[in-house]
């Protein structure tokens, strides 16, 4: 697994100082969001009025998420004549008004109305658009929230870039259902020639999956730190573990194994199912920044893969560069905000692990840097601003980042 580390310190690096072999285009920040709801299954808006919340505010990537469906074939959706559905008539003359009446397929008598749906490759025609000089530009990845359970228990995993609909498994225990899940996405991409990931969402909903079951999937490569939905319980309780506290553990068991294991990487999303005004989950609470040489789905792909980018829910960086043996990164200025930079990680010395996910090294400022000592399993950063979050998924939160975990090179 030396390898492998190797590998994405390799590329980060090459990333951080922007250059590129001189084949490829220069890298740019490209901000998106993974996890998104419509009417194509439990969200409360039309597919077009989702993309363009997100093509309209400063997002140049979205996933429209929806469970167990991909949006390829033709649905027609009920108007709630009496006001109390999803679809409301009201929000169907808004939709003719922004769209035009011939992009609001409508059918049926007055009182049993029905809306076509947009599908993935209409909607695409509709919202996406290339960037200007190197700047904006808007594209939607195809994608799915595979959703699961096993007694009582979800396990919802987002499969991105992926071509078609994959179903959802039944499995004898969490670990089984992940991992199959996780490599039916791998075989997708396989099948389709494109790089693919699926990243596990929201474990503390319903308590679905412990850090246990993290650590123990190998498969398993991304997962939310943070989701925008008010039900997804990031911060854990009394006797649960956050999603922090799941991350730092499962990274040091992980990592702390006599055979190694991949790295974890955190994103953040919205998971947003409400667009107007229900602040459960509305847009805009979480996102990912990724680093990729250009607006297309399979480099924004392959740049997660690398684990070229960060989660955000808030804090914006200027610069972020990890070596094999210094982590640094500074904060872009944000009014009157201050900063405070946290190198959190775990510590090998003699084969004995020390504190699991302790603060290494903490900086209030704009910049921070952090230089490996060579017993580190993993380090990574979290960034918190003095500025509440404007929409909070709990009240009291703080605007954060969080970058990836990386390994020093001297291990
Ligand atoms: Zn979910
Ligand atoms: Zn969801």
């Given amino acids: 697994m030396r390898h492998y580390t190797a590998l994405a310190l390799t590329s980060l690096l090459l990333a951080a100082c922007g250059q590129a072999p001189s084949s490829e285009p220069e890298l740019r920040w490209l901000k998106g969001n993974t996890h998104t709801h419509t009417l194509w299954s439990d969200g409360d808006a039309a597919p077009e009025q989702v993309a363009a919340w997100y093509a309209e505010n400063g997002y140049q990537f979205l996933v429209l998420s929806d469970h167990n469906i991909y949006q390829d074939h033709e649905r027609w959706f009920p108007v709630a004549e009496d006001g109390v559905g999803r679809l409301k008539p009201s929000e169907v003359d808004l939709l003719i008004t922004r769209f035009g009446a011939d992009k609001v397929e409508l059918r049926g008598e007055a009182g049993g109305r029905e809306m076509r749906l947009r599908t993935l490759t209409e909607l695409k025609a509709e919202v996406e658009r290339a960037p200007e000089g190197g700047a904006g530009g808007f594209l939607l990845l195809p994608g799915e929230e595979v959703t699961s359970s096993f007694e009582g228990r979800p396990v919802h995993i987002n499969a991105v870039n992926i071509d078609g609909v994959l179903p959802a498994l039944q499995r004898a225990s969490i670990v089984e259902l992940m991992s199959d899940t996780l490599r039916s996405i791998e075989e997708a991409g396989a099948a389709?020639?494109?790089?693919?990931?699926?990243?596990?969402?929201h474990p503390n909903f319903g308590w679905g999956v412990t850090w246990e079951e993290v650590a123990a999937v190998k498969e398993e490569r991304f997962f939310e730190v943070y989701n925008g939905h008010r039900s997804t319980r990031n911060h854990g309780d009394s006797e649960h573990p956050s999603t922090e506290e799941i991350w730092d553990r499962a990274l040091s068991r992980r990592l702390s194994g006599p055979d190694g294991a991949s790295l974890l990487y955190g994103v953040a999303t919205d998971d947003a199912h409400h667009y107007h005004g229900n602040l459960t989950s509305p847009t805009g609470r979480g996102?990912?920044?990724v680093r990729a040489g250009s607006l297309d789905r399979d480099a924004v792909t392959d740049a997660m893969n690398r684990g070229d980018f960060y989660a955000s829910s808030g804090v914006v960086l200027e610069e972020l560069e990890v070596t094999g043996d210094r982590y640094r990164l500074r904060v872009k200025a944000d009014g009157d905000a201050s900063f405070r930079i946290r190198f959190i990680g775990t510590r090998q010395l003699?084969?004995?692990?020390?504190?699991?996910?302790?603060?290494?090294?903490?900086?209030?400022?704009?910049?921070?840097?952090?230089?490996?000592?060579?017993?580190?399993?993993?380090?990574?950063a979290q960034i918190t601003s003095t500025r509440?979050?404007?929409?909070?998924?709990?009240e009291g939160d703080h605007e954060m980042a969080w970058t990836q975990p990386a390994r020093p090179s001297l291990r």
């Fill in 287 to 289: 996102w990912v920044m």
């Fill in 192 to 201: 389709s020639g494109r790089p693919v990931f699926g990243h596990l969402n």
């Fill in 350 to 380: 003699d084969g004995v692990t020390g504190p699991v996910g302790e603060e290494l090294m903490a900086f209030s400022g704009n910049e921070a840097e952090y230089r490996f000592s060579g017993d580190e399993l993993y380090v990574r």
């Fill in 388 to 394: 509440l979050h404007p929409r909070p998924y709990l």
